[in-house]
């Protein structure tokens, strides 16, 4: 099951780092652009090349390091139809490299529908006997405003083709207050109440090591809550974002871990998709050695979790 | 701006119905099914191939009627990368037809990615100085859980090129309660502030008939609060879906418009989609006849609102 997966993968390489593939064109260096703009006359055709190939030097650069990589769906819709292939396409490589591959998509809708979004990323699409994987990832991050009969057919999904959610519930986003920190009037935040169902919706997929494959999104920028939320929800894996570039640090991201050193996996996209451009790294990489820039922040984040880790385990 | 041209339609065709196209391989006739797996070897083209020819019959036979079709993302994403293409040249073809289009992707995320997603939808996507539309739609819907600054990105697009976006407020599901219908610390239903937030939200993108581009989604299957809503949201349009074959009466519909006769459109999928083999028409249409099948429930559907709204405005 992807929980147990994830946990494997996890130990295996001593990391829980996420790579986020959310390519922008701007992310990827011009020489890359420039090849795949004189190769086509399709703009998206183009577009889509280029992050293909940006996508597959970072995996190559980084797959014995991390467990997983995370795809923002918004980057690839972003380039049509084209940048549809390219998801497709980036999946089955990441695949190929031994990692677990996470599609951010926040999808959501009534039953009906949310069957037709599980089908398309966890499940099978069937018609007339026949059955086919579509995108086939290995999780998906779910929003739950619709409330459980809007879940229920990703769930059904997991149990059948052993895969995994991961539902949002504290964002990282500054604006996530809004509606997720209302106070209601049992006293509980939003937050709470959505923690509370996580844990019942995860239930029935608990795995080997005591974590359920029904997960949450809980972002690194609000570590106070993160630390409640850790306490909430005992045996769901968190998925953190925030970290790097929209400044959440290591320290703020443990708060997500558990005293086991597991219970969380730290996802940052433009950090190491960047890394390449970034202050940290300049003078030591360029545009030509984009994938080892990803591979030096990757491990640099690595050590820096694990650190922080350390510390949380020996408290 | 979006909201002028939907009751412009609206108008013109005396009609406040939203066909959706959210088609499913088994609502499409078998003999559509079975050419196009004879035409193709690879599984997703024929079904994109069926569903395409599908939706083009349903879109002839209605296009004078309606004033706008909707479509359902996940049914096309289901059906892979050739899905995607059949819901962009569906897009097209329902456009060229004088058609406004709703992509239903309730679509949400942190600031940066939600603009990725308004790009793909409402926007444009640039890189180097070019510009291009991806999918081009004239409004989406999308859902609040993050707060203003995932739904901003939208708002922009918007304002900059005249789109539409429906915010989900209370969903016609079963279990939308479990989040929506939260009491909250000053007494509110979740529903009602989000309800207010729509209002704040839309108030830069009122139109001319004194109605915003930032719709609302209010589903059929809870008249009361629909009713209720209705007098929050004073000058949001209403999109209201769980009509017909989720249990919506026009009766139950009609608690979101407003005694002018506006203020709502009203989605039917399968009702119009699968009419030629509901029971209603059964004896009258069968599988040949699906297109005039949809036309007649069309036209049904057209008269009952039309008369519900009639007593509404002479009550």
């Known amino acids: 099951m992807f929980i147990d997966l994830l946990i494997e993968k996890i130990k295996e390489k001593n990391n829980p780092t996420v790579a986020g593939l959310d390519p922008q064109l701007d992310y990827i260096p011009s020489y890359i652009v420039e090849k795949y703009k004189n190769k086509s006359v399709d703009f998206f055709e183009a577009c889509a090349g280029a992050i293909y190939e940006f996508n597959t030097t970072i995996i190559d650069s980084i797959c014995d390091l991390v467990p997983a990589v995370k795809l923002q769906l918004a980057c690839y819709e972003m380039y049509g139809v ?4 390219c998801f ?3 999946i089955r490589y990441a695949k190929d490299k031994g990692l677990l591959v996470i599609a951010d998509g926040k999808r959501n809708d009534i ?3 949310a069957k037709a979004y599980s089908a398309a990323y966890l499940g099978k699409t069937n018609a007339g006997g026949l059955e086919y994987s579509v995108f086939d990832v290995d999780a998906l991050t779910v929003n739950p405003y619709l409330g459980y009969d809007g879940i229920e057919p990703f769930i059904e999904d997991c149990k059948k ?3 995994g959610i991961f539902v949002l519930v504290k964002t990282s986003n500054k604006s996530s207050g809004q509606l997720q920190d209302v106070n209601t009037q049992d006293g509980r935040f939003i937050y709470e109440i959505i923690a509370d169902y996580v844990n019942k919706w995860g239930s029935e997929l ?3 090591y005591g974590y359920s494959s029904v997960g949450a999104v809980v972002g690194a920028t609000y570590p106070e809550q993160a630390f409640e939320l850790r306490k909430l929800m005992k045996s769901s894996y968190i998925l953190v974002p925030g970290y790097g570039a929209q400044g959440g640090t290591a320290r703020d991201a443990a708060k997500s871990f558990n005293k086991d050193g597991l219970g969380a996996i730290v996802n940052s996209s433009r ?5 390449y451009k ?3 790294w300049r003078g030591i990489f360029n545009e030509d050695s984009f994938g080892n820039a990803a591979r030096a922040e990757v491990i640099d984040m690595r050590d820096k979790l694990n650190n922080e880790i350390d510390r949380l385990k020996s408290c």
């Open 161 to 163: 083709y052993g895969k």
């Open 82 to 85: 084209q940048g549809m292939a």
């Open 88 to 90: 497709q396409k980036t």
């Open 278 to 280: 970034s202050e940290k």
């Open 111 to 113: 039953g009906s529908t």
């Open 271 to 275: 950090g190491i998709m960047c890394a």
């Open 206 to 208: 608990t795995g080997k």
